[in-house]
């Protein structure tokens, strides 16, 4: 049987073709059906190109796959080597993120209203495939990063323009330091 492989550029556009169809179709959008969109569309593990698979030397790199017509989302790449991580964040926007190369590790926090700070609140290893997604708003805070030797890259998506990427996305917060038991 002969095996058709899709082209990089063929397989996003087949991405950002189901999004626009969800998007255009869902009367109460849910991030978590884009996450699994994502998933979807590495079946077989990482196939971008390579230059959206470098890493950065300050920190993760991040690598615009795709920037929707009408300013409604981003697909992006980012690519970490171990020890670089997010900031601790909750989002301005809708995000979905799944991970197709490598491990992350994603901790949790909860909002604390009195201090207007992020609360330390558990973690959990993304493995190829999984991921995690979130609404705007304080509902899912964390920070994203590889703790482990090794390149990660993981698949994002933002319900932002690329223009509005620096300021539309994290909303970062600053974390309660828990004293020592
Ligand atoms: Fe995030």
Do not use: K
């Not at 063929?10 to 626009?20: C, F, G, N, T, V």
């Not at 969109?37 to 615009?64: K, S, T």
């Amino acid at each position: 049987m002969t095996r058709i492989i899709e082209e990089p550029t063929s397989r996003i556009a087949s991405l950002a073709s189901a999004i626009d169809s969800l998007l255009a179709s869902e009367a109460c959008f849910d991030p978590r059906v884009i996450q699994r969109m994502i998933r979807d569309a590495f079946p077989d593990g990482n196939w971008l190109p390579r230059p959206m698979c470098q890493p950065g030397d300050e920190g993760y790199a991040r690598h615009v796959l795709h920037s929707d017509a009408a300013d409604r989302y981003t697909i992006v790449a980012l690519v970490w080597t171990q020890g670089q991580h997010s900031p601790v964040h909750a989002h301005h926007t809708w995000c979905a993120l799944c991970v197709v190369e490598g491990e992350l590790l994603e901790e949790f926090f909860a909002y604390d209203p009195d201090g207007a700070a992020a609360v330390p609140a558990g973690s959990a290893c993304r493995q190829v495939g999984e991921g995690s997604s979130g609404t705007a708003g304080l509902h899912l805070i964390h920070r994203v990063g590889n703790a482990r030797p090794g390149t990660a890259i993981s698949v994002h998506i933002y319900g932002v323009a690329t223009s509005e990427m620096s300021s539309g996305i994290n909303h970062v917060l600053p974390v309660v330091e828990t004293a020592a038991a």
